[in-house]
């Protein structure tokens, strides 16, 4: 069975403190791991998609990688607007259109 | 294009009412999935559509039903609302391909007395 773990459930940053979002995940084979951001109230927002291990990608201050067991989504200088939860998802290779969800890392940004 | 949206945004049920939620997108994508998150729990989908005419179970789907009217909606319908089923439902669409993104709507809060 498919798990996807992330952690930690909430963090507190600093406005300009870099940190890293830890998403470990076990499958039988990647077909593809998803990021998305959700504010409080909202659908989740997708962010990136990433296929395999070594792959980056980034957008604004968010930079994802992957490798065979887990990804990161590390946030450069994050900004109070930086604030959500943040959700790992995971599709299994032969799986067909499914997708895993981990609980999400709640971050807030503070000034 | 509006994306995905969802009708309604809030609902209050009273155990064992029935209600329909409303998903459509305007995107022309191929996939459907409706989803519930709970808090503590990651999103869990309850029912997809790979492709208009089709319909699957996917991992919560008991006390549910849907229907894919047509290309652009997708319903998720409770026959008898429990208490159980209070949540958020989250309706999502992607294009076809096997990695496709999922994109999702805005949510439909529902609580069930």
């Known amino acids: 069975e498919d798990q996807v773990t992330q952690s930690p459930e909430a963090l507190r940053l600093q406005e300009g403190e870099s940190s890293s979002l830890n998403c470990s995940y076990t499958?039988?084979?990647?077909?593809?791991l998803f990021w998305y951001r959700q504010d409080p109230g909202k659908g989740p927002e997708f962010l990136f998609t990433?296929?395999?291990a070594g792959e980056e990608k980034e957008k604004e201050r968010l930079k994802a990688t992957l490798t065979k067991k887990e990804s990161f989504l590390h946030i450069t200088a994050p900004k109070p607007e930086d604030s959500a939860t943040y959700l790992c998802a995971v599709q299994e290779a032969g799986g067909g259109n499914k997708l895993t969800f981990g609980t999400g890392t709640q971050l807030k940004v503070e000034l | 294009n509006a994306g995905v949206t969802q009708t309604p945004k809030f609902q209050v049920l009273k155990t064992g009412q029935s209600m329909t939620l409303q998903c459509a997108q305007d995107m022309n994508h191929n996939s459907m999935y409706w989803y519930r998150q709970d808090p503590g729990m990651g999103l869990r989908l309850i029912y997809y559509s790979a492709s208009e005419g089709t319909t699957d179970k996917g991992e919560v789907p008991n006390g549910y039903n849907v229907s894919r009217l047509n290309k652009r909606e997708f319903s998720l319908r409770l026959e008898s609302a429990a208490p159980s089923q209070t949540s958020v439902y989250f309706c999502?669409?992607?294009?076809?391909?096997?990695?496709?993104?999922?994109?999702f709507g805005p949510g439909t809060r529902l609580t069930v007395l």
């Open positions: 990433l296929y395999s």
């Open positions: 999502a669409s992607k294009l076809a391909g096997d990695t496709d993104t999922q994109y």
């Open positions: 499958v039988s084979g990647l077909r593809g």
